[in-house]
Nanobody, 118 residues
Framework: QVQLVESGGGLAQAGGSLRLSCAAS????????GAWYRQAPGRQRELVGS???????NLIDSVKGRFTISRDNAKNTMYLRMNSLKPEDTAVYYC????????????WGQGTQVTVSS
């Protein structure tokens, strides 16, 4: 079964940058839509953005212009570049593949913690 491992989180100052990585134990992002999610303290897990097999990306309004999703199919890895970080971005970030009907394809990994100080 496919395993997903998130990494790259850490501490950042407001206005700083981080790049998160999502390593998959198989070739999935060439045929599946990859997606990044986050869950902040006291809040529900929310979709941050996605990248389709053809390469098109979508991001929620609150991160547009600051975050970028990309992938490297040869490495079975998806990335989330986060610039101009805000304290509101503090959350545990998860990756997955998303199915056309809106559900995730695989089990959740451990996630990677992103903490942004003001």
């Amino acid at each position: 079964q496919v395993q997903l491992v998130e990494s790259g989180g850490g501490l950042a100052q407001a206005g700083g940058s981080l790049r998160l990585s999502c390593a998959a134990s198989g070739s999935i992002f060439n045929i599946n839509t990859g997606a990044w999610y986050r869950q902040a303290p006291g809040r529900q897990r929310e979709l941050v953005g996605s990248i389709a097999p053809g390469g098109s990306t979508n991001l929620i309004d609150s991160v547009k212009g600051r975050f970028t999703i990309s992938r490297d199919n040869a490495k079975n890895t998806m990335y989330l570049r986060m610039n101009s970080l805000k304290p509101e971005d503090t959350a545990v970030y998860y990756c997955n593949a998303i199915l056309p009907w809106g559900t995730v394809r695989y089990g959740w990994g451990q996630g990677t913690q992103v903490t942004v100080s003001s």
